[in-house]
C-alpha cells in the first residue's frame, strides 16, 4: 500500500516537472488528467500571445458560469475579460439559445465580447463577433418524424400528476427539442420544489429511458438538461458538436469546463471527449479557482 502510495507520488511529481518544463501537448496533459488527481496546468507558454493561440478555455454557462439561470456576477465576468482573455481564448457553449445566453451572460455584444460563443451546442456558431454555422432539427430529421415525436411527450405527459404543472412544456430550439415535465413558464420557487420532487421520483430519468426505448431509431440523444428539462437532439449534437470549428483552429489544448459531466448530463461528452481536457466544476466560483490554478493567476 506504502509503496504504491510512494510510486504514485513519484509519478505525479515526475508529471509535475514534465508539466512545469514546457507547454505541453494536449495527448501528455490528457494523459496526466487521467492518471492522477493532479490539476493540468499550462504554464511556461512562450508568451501570453502564445498561450492565445494554443489554448481556449471553453466554458459552459448555466451552472459553470453563472448559478443556474441566474445572472453571471460582475466579478466573475470581468475575471473572464479582463484576467483570463488576455492570457487564453475563450469560448462559451450553452445549450439555450443565444437570446438566453447573452442574458445570462450579462447583455450586451457577448458573440463580440468572447472569442468563440457556441448557442445551442454548437449548432449557432459565432467567432471574433462573425457567425461561422448554422444548423437546424427540422432540418435535419424533417416535419413527419419531428410531429410524431412532439406529440408522443405531450401524451406521456399529459399523464404525469406532479406538485405543480405550468407551461410551456416543449420548448422548440434550433438544433433541439426541450422537454420540460414542469413548464418551463414555472416560477423559481415551483422551479425548486420540481427539482427537489424528481430527486426523489425520478421523473426525468424515467421519462427518458422511455423515450429511449421508443425513439432509438430516429437517431436521437437524451441528457438532463439544468434543473427541470430534458434536451433532445440528434446523436452528436451534443456540445461536442462545436469541437469542429475549434479543431479547424488548431488549438494544441481544449480546456472543458461544465458542471453536469456525469453520464445524463448535458456535459458528459464533451468532457469526456479524447480531444478536450475536462475539468468539472460546481459553481462559478469553483470554475474561477479552478482557472486561477490552472494558469497560476
Ligand atoms: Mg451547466
Not at 145 to 164: A, E, M, R, W
Not at 206 to 211: G, N, P, Q
Not at 270 to 275: A, S, T
Request: hydrophobic residues 35%; proline residues 3%; contains cysteine.
Amino acid at each position: 500500500m506504502q509503496i504504491a502510495r510512494l510510486s504514485r507520488v513519484t509519478w505525479i511529481n515526475a508529471t509535475q516537472r514534465l508539466v512545469s518544463a514546457s507547454c505541453i501537448s494536449f495527448h501528455a496533459l490528457r494523459a496526466v488528467r487521467l492518471k492522477s488527481d493532479f490539476p493540468t496546468r499550462i504554464s511556461n507558454c512562450a508568451s501570453a500571445m502564445d498561450s492565445r493561440n494554443k489554448v481556449i478555455c471553453l466554458f459552459d454557462v448555466d451552472g459553470t458560469l453563472t448559478r443556474p439561470v441566474q445572472v453571471i456576477d460582475t466579478e466573475i465576468k470581468n475575471f473572464l475579460l479582463s484576467t483570463l482573455k488576455p492570457k487564453t481564448t475563450i469560448g462559451l457553449v450553452g445549450g439555450s439559445d443565444m437570446k438566453k445566453i447573452t442574458h445570462q451572460m450579462g447583455g450586451g455584444d457577448v458573440w463580440k465580447e468572447y472569442d468563440y460563443v457556441f448557442a445551442e451546442n454548437g449548432l449557432v456558431a459565432f467567432k471574433n463577433g462573425e457567425q461561422i454555422g448554422e444548423q437546424s432539427i427540422q432540418a435535419f430529421i424533417g416535419e413527419e418524424k419531428l410531429q410524431t415525436f412532439i406529440n408522443y411527450c405531450l401524451g406521456y405527459l399529459s399523464k404525469l400528476t406532479l406538485p405543480v404543472k405550468r407551461g410551456t412544456f416543449v420548448e422548440f430550439r434550433k438544433g433541439m427539442l426541450n422537454i420540460c415535465p414542469v413548464g418551463r413558464s414555472c416560477s423559481q420557487d415551483e422551479r425548486v420544489t420540481f427539482t427537489e420532487y424528481d430527486r426523489e421520483h425520478k421523473i426525468r430519468e424515467t421519462f427518458v429511458a422511455d423515450m429511449k426505448k421508443n425513439f432509438s431509431h430516429y437517431g436521437l440523444s437524451f441528457a438532463l438538461g439544468g434543473q427541470i428539462s430534458i434536451d433532445v437532439f440528434p446523436n452528436g449534437w451534443d456540445k461536442t458538436y462545436c469541437l469542429q470549428y475549434l479543431e479547424k483552429d488548431n488549438f494544441q489544448e481544449i480546456h472543458f469546463f461544465g458542471d453536469k459531466t456525469d453520464a445524463g448530463g448535458n456535459d458528459h461528452e464533451i468532457f469526456n471527449d479524447p480531444r478536450t481536457i475536462g475539468h468539472k466544476v460546481t459553481s462559478p466560483h469553483d470554475t474561477k479557482s479552478q482557472v486561477v490554478k490552472l494558469f497560476n493567476l
